[in-house]
């Protein structure tokens, strides 16, 4: 199983980015999926998660700004990204319970880097 992140780059402040996260493998069902984020200097920190049946939990401080969304035909979580300020700069990654017909296990993504300018 491998979980594949896209969308990270540089954008101003006050714009938007998409981020996208693929599940590949022998997948049976995917549970709960998140994005967590790692800022320079700092604890990685959770961002926003879904669950299987798109219950969605998105943290205070991007409440508002950030949505994430789920795909189950794709095995795939997105997270929009709008209003963005430059201390949303981090490493986001995505992270995801996948269940095969071996078991469970958690899997990352790559982190992908989002740097937002002043």
């Known amino acids: 199983v491998q979980l594949q992140a896209s969308g990270g780059g540089l954008v101003q402040a006050g714009g938007s980015l998409r981020l996208s996260c693929a599940a590949s493998g022998n997948i049976v069902s995917i549970g709960t999926m998140y994005w967590y984020r790692q800022a320079p200097g700092k604890q990685r920190e959770l961002v926003a998660g879904?669950?299987?049946?798109?219950?969605?939990n998105i943290v205070d401080s991007v409440k508002g700004r950030f949505t994430i969304f789920r795909d189950n035909a794709k095995n795939s979580v997105a997270l929009q990204m709008d209003s963005l300020k430059p201390e949303d700069t981090a490493v986001y990654s995505c992270?995801?319970?996948?269940?095969?017909?071996?078991?469970?296990?958690?899997?990352w993504g790559q982190g992908t880097l989002v740097t937002v300018s002043s």
């Open positions: 992270n995801a319970v996948v269940f095969t017909r071996s078991g469970f296990n958690t899997y």
């Open positions: 879904i669950t299987s049946s798109g219950i969605r």
